[in-house]
């Protein structure tokens, strides 16, 4: 049954019957394959840097390791080393030394006077896993709980992180809550009333843009290096530190997505007319979740992945009839590709391609971990597929389920948990039954990163999915419980996105039988989806923001470290006949100090993250501060 206002054709089915599909009419891809297949191969001149980069390391390896320093400025420190993007070198030194600042304060105190410094401390122990009370604030506000309004530029830099520190909120923090409702407002109002200078204007502009903590690091390293590029007190070696290793991340995310590229040609899933042609967006969907060079495996195995999610998403809400979708459903169920040709071929293309990437994926950890996991991503798989089938199902009897329905199928079809799975598969240094056991029963932080993606889709898309006469989304099935106007409904879908970010605050600290990147990767994965969908539907509509991002981020403008100011574009940036020249924003950004990317090599490799380890979480504190 089609709707109203949406596009139709008709076409014969495998039986030769005439049947009516539905057209998205999604646009075509914005990048021209030609153009990123030539991506990756323009440099090389990394390696003149990398005694520099051990050297630099190693210096900023000893300040971190300082026992002269003072816990406020080792703070101010570690904080600038995670958001210029470095962090990940500096793992083990880092966590020692959280440790040692949370053990000091244990034992003699909180001891930090201002709302600067007590936010920072409280900001950062709380990413680090400790989870400090959150009445540390309660000297900061009056008899009626309510936190001060600035009078001054430090006012303002104590408001701004209390406003970062609210973010790392557990469920029922009444102070955290109130200090993020209150700091928000106020900063919002605080450029009107005091004059500050242009630079703290800028951060106070770009905390109420996203928070620290929803931001996905990557993107926030490009920002931070300009930023500290242009303060007074910044460490030389650290920004050229930051500058060079930003280099290196991007050539060797220039030469994955110029290999994605191939495959994805070759595959010609491109050429389906009715499905989305996203290979750029789905490869910076996993280069946000895992940027670390050691990765590119995972980046390169679940953007395959992802680029099949969205294939079969095409297929079950717009292009197979319920008929086939039945089928389709079953051959995921029992993992069968013998009669395939009951399919039209269209959708035996993306099957094929589903089955063969997820094989290779079995290949790589049989080979690279000793271990099979197919049945693992084929349960993964069925469960996404009838999810996908139900939704089918909902749209053909105009069914309206209640939000709590639609969350429970909507979460699984989005594919955010096979994505996960993939990211433990893939990054872990050793699989084990557990882990894949404990993963395949969706834990809370699993699904509470995968339902932040499909809030925040529905935030975006339900308007122009309702046009085309979809299924009821988060939106318009709580408009539709509750009464409640449009407004009203998107605001219970975004609080609904913050108790997620709560569980999720909570989760990451319990303990659980996994190594690897997985829980950092899960809170990536909403953070990918905050920034994705923050400005409309960034990965189904072609351009805008996520194109600035890829530009940045991956094909253009690499940091000259020894110059300040001035660029120079790529020189080679390929033949692409329809790459379009930059927008006026792009312009501003690559003006931020742009040259030439440097090499194609990674650094020596960085030992895999073990983020496996969780303390218990920690009661009581605030009678020891
Ligand atoms: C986990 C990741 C990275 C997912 C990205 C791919 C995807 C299926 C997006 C949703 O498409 P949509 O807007 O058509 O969603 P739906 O049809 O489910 O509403
Ligand atoms: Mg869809």
């Known amino acids: 049954m089609a709707a109203q206002n949406e596009a139709t054709t008709l076409s014969i089915n495998n039986l030769?019957?005439?049947?009516?599909?539905?057209?998205?009419?999604?646009?075509?891809?914005?990048?021209?394959?030609?153009?990123?297949?030539?991506?990756?191969?323009?440099?090389?001149?990394?390696?003149?840097?990398?005694?520099?980069?051990?050297?630099?390391?190693?210096?900023?390896?000893?300040?971190?390791?300082?026992?002269?320093?003072?816990?406020?400025?080792?703070?101010?420190?570690?904080?600038?080393?995670?958001?210029?993007?470095?962090?990940?070198?500096?793992?083990?030194?880092?966590?020692?030394?959280?440790?040692?600042?949370?053990?000091?304060?244990?034992?003699?105190?909180?001891?930090?006077?201002?709302?600067?410094?007590?936010?920072?401390?409280?900001?950062?122990?709380?990413?680090?896993?400790?989870?400090?009370?959150?009445?540390?604030?309660?000297?900061?506000?009056?008899?009626k709980g309510s936190f001060g309004v600035p009078s001054n530029e430090d006012g303002v830099k104590g408001l701004?992180?209390?406003?970062?520190?609210?973010?790392?909120?557990?469920?029922?923090?009444?102070?955290?809550?109130?200090?993020?409702?209150?700091?928000?407002?106020?900063?919002?109002?605080?450029?009107?009333?005091?004059?500050?200078?242009?630079?703290?204007?800028?951060?106070?502009?770009?905390?109420?843009?996203?928070?620290?903590?929803?931001?996905?690091?990557?993107?926030?390293?490009?920002?931070?290096?300009?930023?500290?590029?242009?303060?007074?007190?910044?460490?030389?070696?650290?920004?050229?530190?930051?500058?060079?290793?930003?280099?290196?991340?991007?050539?060797?995310?220039?030469?994955?997505?110029?290999?994605?590229?191939?495959?994805?040609?070759?595959?010609?899933?491109?050429?389906?007319a009715f499905a989305r042609d996203r290979l750029m967006e789905h490869y910076l969907w996993n280069a946000l979740v895992v940027f670390e060079p050691q990765f590119g495996a995972c980046r390169e195995m679940t953007t395959k992945i992802i680029c099949l999610v969205t294939a079969m998403d095409d297929v079950y809400d717009v292009f197979g009839t319920l008929e086939e979708l039945e089928i389709l459903t079953d051959f995921v169920d029992r993992w069968d590709i013998s009669e395939i040709g009951r399919l039209p071929p269209a959708i035996r293309t993306c099957y094929l391609a589903m089955y063969d990437i997820s094989n290779d994926i079995n290949q790589w950890t049989i080979k690279e971990r000793g271990f099979s996991v197919i049945p693992y991503i084929h349960k993964m798989w069925a469960d996404q597929t009838k999810a996908l089938l139900k939704e089918a199902k909902w749209y053909h009897a105009r069914h309206k389920p209640r939000l709590q329905e639609y969350l429970k199928t909507s979460v699984t079809s989005i594919g955010g948990l096979l994505m996960m799975l993939c990211c433990y598969l893939l990054t872990t240094n050793k699989i084990t039954k557990e882990a894949l056991d404990f993963i395949s029963e969706y834990p809370s932080i699993m699904f509470c990163s995968t339902a932040v993606v499909r809030l925040n889709n529905d935030l975006a898309t339900s308007s122009d999915e309702m046009e085309r006469g979809d299924n009821y989304k988060s939106i318009q099935c709580y408009m539709n419980e509750s009464a409640a106007c449009e407004e009203a409904a998107r605001q219970h879908v975004k609080g609904l996105v913050w108790e997620m970010w709560k569980n999720m605050n909570r989760d990451v600290c319990k303990s659980y039988p996994i190594t690897g990147p997985f829980l950092n990767a899960c809170l990536n994965l909403a953070r990918a989806a905050q920034c994705f969908y923050q400005y409309g539907d960034g990965h189904g509509v072609p351009g805008g923001k996520t194109k600035n991002h890829l530009i940045i981020e991956i094909t253009e403008g690499a940091y000259n470290p020894y110059q300040r100011g001035g660029h120079r574009r790529l020189q080679s940036r390929g033949s692409g006949r329809n790459r379009e020249p930059p927008t006026p924003e792009i312009e501003r950004t690559l003006k931020l100090g742009i040259f030439p990317i440097l090499a194609n090599e990674a650094m020596t490799p960085v030992p895999p993250l073990d983020w496996g380890h969780r303390r218990p979480p920690l009661t009581g504190i605030t009678g020891a501060l």
């Open 16 to 143: 030769g019957e005439e049947v009516i599909r539905r057209s998205a009419n999604f646009q075509p891809s914005v990048w021209d394959y030609g153009f990123v297949q030539s991506l990756g191969s323009e440099y090389s001149e990394i390696e003149e840097y990398a005694e520099e980069v051990e050297r630099m390391k190693g210096e900023v390896k000893r300040l971190i390791n300082s026992k002269e320093m003072d816990s406020l400025s080792k703070l101010e420190l570690i904080d600038c080393v995670r958001r210029l993007g470095l962090g990940y070198h500096f793992e083990e030194e880092i966590e020692k030394a959280m440790s040692a600042i949370y053990d000091e304060k244990a034992k003699f105190g909180w001891g930090f006077e201002d709302l600067n410094s007590s936010s920072l401390g409280f900001r950062l122990l709380r990413q680090h896993k400790f989870l400090v009370c959150q009445d540390v604030f309660e000297r900061f506000t009056d008899d």
């Open 160 to 272: 701004l992180s209390l406003y970062e520190a609210s973010f790392h909120a557990l469920e029922g923090e009444m102070i955290l809550d109130n200090a993020k409702a209150f700091s928000s407002t106020c900063l919002m109002n605080v450029k009107k009333d005091i004059n500050m200078s242009p630079s703290l204007a800028r951060k106070v502009d770009h905390a109420l843009d996203m928070p620290i903590h929803w931001r996905p690091n990557r993107l926030e390293a490009r920002w931070f290096i300009n930023a500290y590029e242009g303060e007074r007190d910044r460490n030389p070696i650290l920004l050229k530190l930051a500058k060079l290793d930003y280099n290196m991340v991007q050539s060797i995310h220039k030469k994955e997505v110029s290999e994605l590229a191939r495959w994805w040609v070759d595959l010609g899933v491109n050429n389906l």
